[in-house]
């Protein structure tokens, strides 16, 4: 069965300290992997789409990256307003629909 | 670019009503729209897939005759809730994928329905 699974669900961090978020995925035949920062009441925001293993793409203090089995979004000396619920979501090769499975998230705090 | 905007972004009705939620790409043309629904500090839920001229594709569990959706034209779609009940509040998001070769789906604001 396909499954997105993220870790830990909820984080707290004092602004400085970096960390990962994990993203775990079983699907049979990875088309795209996608990064998402949802703020509450708001829609996703667009992070990144990670293709194969071995990729690695940044955006200012966000770092992701991609195995076989698993993706990281890597925080480096994060600020209060990196707060936010990070979404993680998977495509299937075999999908003519561009349907994404989404991760339950992780629910990330940044204390001043 | 790859901007999704959606209207109402908050509605208030009663019960037994219908409300239809708009979403709209504008500044680019989408080959298919989504629509998802997101219960309070849960992850999104997939309801429906829908291509411009052809009927949508619903998720297991979801009533087609309850939550209709239009895809018009390249630009917009459309989600109503018929005979809407409480337990169909939530908060409903929709995406689009821009034409062949982008594989990101870009996300609206959401429309936040409550159904009193």
């Known amino acids: 069965e396909d499954q997105v699974t993220q870790s830990p669900e909820a984080l707290r961090l004092q602004e400085g300290e970096s960390s990962s978020l994990n993203c775990s995925y079983t699907?049979?035949?990875?088309?795209?992997l996608f990064w998402y920062r949802q703020d509450p009441g708001k829609g996703p925001e667009f992070l990144f789409t990670?293709?194969?293993a071995g990729e690695e793409k940044e955006k200012e203090r966000l770092k992701a990256t991609l195995t076989k089995k698993e993706s990281f979004l890597h925080i480096t000396a994060p600020k209060p307003e990196d707060s936010a619920t990070y979404l993680c979501?998977?495509?299937?090769?075999?999908?003519?629909?561009?349907?994404?499975?989404f991760g339950q998230g992780t629910t990330l705090q940044v204390k001043p | 670019g790859a901007v999704v905007s959606q209207h109402p972004s908050r509605v208030i009705c009663k019960s037994g009503t219908s409300v239809k939620i708009e979403c709209r790409s504008l500044?680019?043309?989408?080959?298919?729209m989504f629509w998802y629904r997101q219960f309070p500090k849960q992850s999104l839920m997939l309801m429906a897939t829908?291509?411009?001229?052809?009927?949508?594709?619903?998720e297991q569990g979801v009533e087609k005759d309850k939550f209709l959706i239009n895809h018009a034209s390249l630009t917009l779609s459309t989600l109503t809730v018929t005979s809407a009940h409480p337990e169909d509040s939530s908060f409903y998001i929709c995406?689009?994928?821009?034409?062949?070769?982008?594989?990101?789906?870009?996300f609206g604001p959401g429309t936040r329905l409550t159904v009193l």
């Open positions: 829908s291509n411009e001229g052809s009927k949508a594709t619903y």
């Open positions: 500044d680019f043309q989408a080959t298919t």
């Open positions: 699907v049979s035949g990875l088309r795209g």
């Open positions: 979501a998977v495509q299937k090769g075999s999908s003519n629909t561009g349907k994404l499975i």
């Open positions: 995406s689009a994928t821009p034409l062949a070769g982008v594989t990101e789906q870009f």
């Open positions: 990670l293709y194969s």
